[in-house]
């Protein structure tokens, strides 16, 4: 699904089958998959038949979706799915999931709610729990899956996680909290003092007095809400329409729903609208539509397998699949710049390499905006390779491009001497002269001719040297030139193609320095935009961790003034504990990985120099100085 384009109707995200396991269904996933904008994910949850997917539909600004039922079997089952355009954020997407009511006496599966509950609350941002008639006991009592949630979620692995501090990471990972209340007739006062729906819903949570099994058992709904949701509101809803009207709620227009039902339900609405904030993980990382994805499979695969969904394990698989995307992204578009922007061939390696930082540095600046997590170094050092064999790539294509054109140039500029060599123009008295005269004319017009690229000479080295054998006979054949002159037309070739071997390897060791260079310069910079980004994350889990300490410090006040010393000390341990504890830092280990690349890779430049010089010695003229030599044999005629 493309931004922008919405569902016309809502899918299945994860299906509860019959025998109990939970399936992500492949078209939910594949919808998911191709949303690249941020998701502001809203979740309901609440006992069956309490009209949740009529609120949901008035999110979606629908009147009909999610399915609605008017007989006391629920109709929602599973989690299910709709995408759409957010109304007040143009590059955001509204996740609506409606999901299967709770306390279903049909399902005979309690487990499976807590599940379904469980699930609510790891996908969304903003958790929406739908009741009936008022906040009490009663309906704090039938909350008793946010009470199961240290059960059924874990926030660190196994070999990092206690019992102790599992619930008190919540804070981290869970949405806001919305508490609607339907069908509420009640007037909102509390000891004869108007309250705010807010105040109502605090007042509500309150614990109570007492050490009595049942009075604890009453005030663990209420702790858990109050530890686990720091942003808590609470909207009241009359009926919508008269029992008559009930069951064709979705026919119905809007003047003719309740004025006490409509007014609250548009309320409702542009709050979730404004407020509901983009799906998140730890650290502030902005989630996906193909992110929420992988984590609703992580987290039902989790559970199909016995297991505990463990939120610092989903973000880290999570990361790895990000990552790695974020690599093959990177690279994708370091081709799609280079390609628009090199222009081959190049005149030196210097243009090539100029154009090659630009591009790296945006594909880089791309991985970086999308990477996240523990391990980034991991993917940055594969992407630097994979940078790495596309330059060399484009280098060897350079070097192709120049190699062709160069040797096109020289097959249309040889023409008349080749055809002069096959008619035996050379193989008469004096014809070497006029050999040498016509290949002189060849070079000189050869590098007049713009746009060669770097091969430019190495082109012409060759072709002198395919040339070569047919100049010896030539020379060998003309009668005009004693023995002495040809021993030095033959000294003065040699001494011309030992001079051209060694401008060709002075610029191989120029390309070969400059190469060089800009791998020190890809080694510091890739250095510095990780240790930015390993500084930024580490920034932003202290900024996390700062508002929830500020949570638990206003929770413990509360606990305080409600009487509840013990709770608040236990509030203050969790406090001391965040305040101490900073996220683990890889940086020296992250730096020590790619400090480690530089060296590899400079080595194995330096031995294709080595090669390079080697073969270039072994193929050179043997013996004294050409110009040198050949002063001699001049001397020696005279």
Request: include cysteine.
């Given at each position: 699904m493309a931004p922008g384009i919405p569902m016309e109707s809502p899918v299945c995200l994860i299906e509860n089958k019959p025998d109990g396991r939970l399936v992500v269904e492949e078209e939910a996933m594949q919808i998911l998959l191709n949303i690249r904008q941020p998701v502001a994910v809203v979740a309901i949850v609440g006992l069956y038949r309490t009209g949740k997917s009529y609120l949901m539909n008035r999110l979606a600004g629908k009147r009909k979706g999610f399915c609605l039922g008017a007989t006391v079997q629920g109709q929602t089952k599973g989690i299910w799915m709709w995408c759409l355009p957010h109304p007040y954020r143009p590059d955001h997407t509204l996740v609506l999931l409606d999901t299967e009511g709770l306390g279903d006496v049909q399902k005979g599966n309690s487990q499976n709610d807590s599940w379904i509950f469980a699930l609510a609350i790891l996908l969304s941002s903003t958790l929406v729990y739908n009741s009936m008639g008022t906040i009490d006991h009663a309906a704090l009592e039938k909350l008793h899956y946010v009470t199961e949630l240290t059960k059924k979620i874990q926030t660190k692995s196994s070999g990092r996680c206690q019992e102790a501090d599992n619930s008190a990471e919540f804070v981290r990972f869970f949405p806001a909290f919305i508490w609607a209340v339907r069908d509420f007739t009640l007037q909102l006062e509390i000891d004869g003092r108007p309250v705010t729906e807010d105040e109502y819903l605090e007042s509500a949570l309150k614990l109570q007095q007492g050490n009595t099994e049942q009075i604890k058992r009453c005030n663990v709904p209420r702790l858990c809400i109050r530890k686990f949701f720091p942003s808590r509101k609470c909207f009241t809803f009359d009926r919508p329409a008269n029992k008559r009207n009930l069951h064709r709620l979705e026919e119905l227009e809007e003047e003719d729903l309740e004025p006490d039902f409509l007014e609250p339900v548009i309320v409702f609405c542009e709050h979730v609208w404004n407020t509901s904030q983009p799906k998140m993980v730890p650290g502030g990382r902005i989630v996906s539509g193909a992110m929420l994805a992988n984590l609703a499979k992580n987290y039902v695969e989790a559970i199909n397998s016995g297991q505990v969904p463990c939120l610092e394990n989903a973000v880290q698989a999570l990361a790895e699949i990000e990552n790695a995307a974020a690599v093959r992204e990177a690279v994708s578009r370091y081709e799609e710049l280079m390609e628009k922007r090199m222009k081959l061939p190049t005149e030196t390696v210097e243009e090539l390499l100029g154009v090659h930082a630009e591009c790296e540095r945006e594909a880089t600046g791309l991985f970086m905006a999308r990477a996240f997590g523990d391990h980034i170094e991991k993917f940055q050092a594969d992407l630097v390779r994979n940078l790495q064999e596309?330059?060399?790539?484009?280098?060897?294509?350079?070097?192709?491009?120049?190699?062709?054109?160069?040797?096109?140039?020289?097959?249309?500029?040889?023409?008349?001497?080749?055809?002069?060599?096959?008619?035996?123009?050379?193989?008469?008295?004096?014809?070497?002269?006029?050999?040498?005269?016509?290949?002189?004319?060849?070079?000189?017009?050869?590098?007049?001719?713009?746009?060669?690229?770097?091969?430019?000479?190495?082109?012409?080295?060759?072709?002198?040297?395919?040339?070569?054998?047919?100049?010896?006979?030539?020379?060998?054949?003309?009668?005009?030139?004693?023995?002495?002159?040809?021993?030095?037309?033959?000294?003065?070739?040699?001494?011309?193609?030992?001079?051209?071997?060694?401008?060709?390897?002075?610029?191989?060791?120029?390309?070969?320095?400059?190469?060089?260079?800009?791998?020190?310069?890809?080694?510091?910079?890739?250095?510095?935009?990780?240790?930015?980004?390993?500084?930024?994350?580490?920034?932003?889990?202290?900024?996390?961790?700062?508002?929830?300490?500020?949570?638990?410090?206003?929770?413990?006040?509360?606990?305080?003034?409600?009487?509840f010393a013990q709770k608040a000390g236990e509030m203050e341990k969790e406090i001391q504990r965040l305040k101490t504890e900073s996220r683990p830092s890889n940086l020296s280990v992250v730096m020590s990985a790619l400090e480690n690349m530089l060296p590899s890779v400079l080595s194995l430049i330096g031995q294709g120099l080595q090669c390079y010089v080697l073969s270039s010695l072994a193929g050179a003229p043997k013996g004294p100085s050409q110009p040198r030599k050949l002063r001699a044999l001049k001397q020696s005629k005279k």
């Open positions: 596309k330059k060399n790539e484009f280098c060897r294509r350079n070097e192709q491009v120049s190699s062709d054109r160069c040797l096109a140039v020289l097959t249309d500029l040889s023409q008349e001497l080749e055809d002069g060599i096959a008619k035996g123009v050379y193989s008469v008295p004096g014809g070497y002269q006029h050999f040498v005269g016509k290949r002189h004319e060849i070079e000189d017009k050869y590098r007049l001719v713009p746009g060669k690229g770097i091969q430019a000479e190495k082109a012409l080295e060759e072709f002198l040297k395919s040339k070569k054998s047919v100049a010896e006979s030539i020379l060998q054949m003309d009668k005009t030139l004693s023995n002495k002159d040809k021993e030095i037309e033959a000294e003065r070739a040699r001494a011309q193609e030992a001079q051209l071997q060694q401008q060709l390897l002075k610029q191989e060791q120029d390309r070969l320095t400059h190469m060089v260079e800009d791998q020190k310069r890809t080694h510091e910079e890739q250095l510095q935009l990780l240790q930015e980004k390993v500084e930024k994350e580490k920034e932003a889990w202290q900024v996390e961790t700062e508002r929830m300490v500020q949570h638990k410090l206003k929770e413990q006040e509360q606990l305080l003034k409600e009487g």
